[in-house]
């Protein structure tokens, strides 16, 4: 018979006090059972928030979106500027390296045409 621990998260509601704001008797639980006991590691009384209280988590929650987007936003920008400046400096290289391709075939083909009777001839008497 093995030890088969497991970790329960319960929203307990009871009826405590006066059920007022503050006196709520909801708690917000995390439990580790076995066959033998139930052990509470955590704990904690939760109530309901106030309009105000609500408001104030909303507005902290939209302003850190708003500034991850203004973050992001700025980053995207800078990202897209550098990779502009890398796209044209890569079409020059291209462009050059295309220009020095038509050059080297061409002294290649004078080379070639150039020695072409001495290349047959020594060819043709070796």
Do not use: P, W
């Not at 309009?51 to 909303?58: A, F, G, N, P, T």
């Not at 038509?102 to 290649?108: A, E, H, N, R, W």
């Amino acid at each position: 018979m093995g030890n088969c621990f497991s970790f329960r998260i319960l929203l307990e509601n009871g009826d405590f006090g006066d059920g007022a704001r503050g006196n709520s008797g909801c708690y917000f639980k995390i439990v580790q059972s076995n066959e033998f006991k139930h052990l509470c590691h955590i704990s904690l009384r939760v109530g309901l928030g106030s309009h105000e209280d609500v408001r104030k988590h909303l507005d902290l929650k939209l302003k850190s979106i708003q500034e991850n987007f203004s973050r992001l936003s700025t980053e995207h920008e800078t990202l897209k500027h550098r990779n502009s400046e890398n796209l044209s400096i890569l079409t020059e290289t291209e462009a050059k390296l295309k220009a020095l391709e038509v050059s080297v075939y061409s002294i290649i083909r004078y080379i070639y045409i150039k020695y072409l009777g001495e290349i047959i001839s020594n060819d043709y008497y070796s």
